[in-house]
């Protein structure tokens, strides 16, 4: 299994790589989709969608979405930053369902709610990296964004196996911890500490900068945890272990990207900040 992982893991680091450096902003755009459109087709199947007609038709309403929102994007810049605000507000809720779970209403497992929860949870992932990208620093703050994720997911990995005692969500996620959630926070700002000093060095980066950095890092960051919990809660649900297989070691697209979901959105909404 670890071997899988790390074969895995080097076949699609340059990829992602070479999409976030060398890919212009149209053609990361289809980037981006093609990896929503995985996405998708796993999402269909936690929604219960499980046959290729319904999954197929579930992945072209989500590139019909995303078509939508690109070719207007002239016409209604607002729309994509709404898409984005529409974002927030769900993992707003969707911490208070986590933390409730499994005493939530059973409508939220019905089909229809999953597939629009799906598009809501896949959708601004893209326009969130989207956004990213028109930024005049665009390259540097999406590797800060994958930094602040990672740093989050490997802190955590690595404490809460060290000291974990105290369950974060055991019902949703019995291996995470508040111990990891500690460890994964420390990674975080060492990340932001790191960023803030070349910042710093580049010049225009003030007092107010930094608090901001910090502020939205730790943001982020719980975000990111957030995000990998619903889809547990999702999954544990339908009662799977992975989205699917597509990965080998890794499981599915949802797997490695469940905390980006939740993370990339709220990023670009604040940025703005720092």
């Known amino acids: ?6 074969i895995t893991s080097l076949v699609l680091a340059p990829i992602m790589i070479g999409g976030i450096f060398f890919l212009p902003l149209h053609q990361f755009a289809l980037f981006i989709g093609v990896i929503v459109v995985f996405g998708a087709w796993e999402w269909a199947n936690l929604a219960g ?3 290729i007609g319904q999954r197929s038709a579930y992945v072209a309403f989500l590139i019909g979405l995303m078509s939508l929102l690109y070719f207007t994007k002239s ?4 729309l994509m930053t709404y898409v984005l605000w529409i974002a927030f507000a769900w993992w707003v809720v969707a911490a208070f369902i ?4 499994p005493d939530i209403p059973e409508g939220l497992f019905k089909t229809n709610i999953q597939l629009l929860l799906g598009a809501i949870v896949l959708v601004p992932m893209w326009v969130g990296l989207y956004q990213l990208k028109l930024n005049p620093n665009s390259t540097l703050w999406i590797v800060y964004l994958m930094f602040v994720v990672w740093g989050a997911d490997v802190g955590a990995y690595f404490s809460g196996k060290a000291f974990g005692k105290h369950k974060l969500a055991p019902k949703v ?4 911890s508040w111990e990891g959630v500690m460890g994964g926070t420390l990674c975080v700002v060492f990340v932001a500490i790191v960023a803030g000093a070349y910042f710093s060095q580049k010049g225009g980066f003030s007092t107010q900068s930094w608090i901001a950095l910090f502020v939205v890092s730790v943001i982020v960051m719980a975000a990111s ?5 619903v889809e547990s809660m999702f999954k544990r649900h339908r009662g799977i272990k ?3 297989n597509i990965l080998p070691g890794h499981g ?3 797997d490695r990207a469940d905390s980006l979901t939740s993370s990339v959105p709220i990023f670009a909404l604040l940025l703005n900040f720092i």
Do not use: N
């Open 1 to 6: 299994m670890l071997a899988k992982r790390l």
């Open 49 to 51: 969608w499980s046959s």
């Open 75 to 78: 016409q209604l810049p607002e």
């Open 98 to 101: 986590v933390a409730k779970f």
């Open 173 to 176: 996620s019995p291996g995470k």
């Open 225 to 229: 945890i957030l995000g990998d919990l």
């Open 242 to 244: 992975d989205s699917s």
């Open 252 to 254: 599915g697209v949802l």
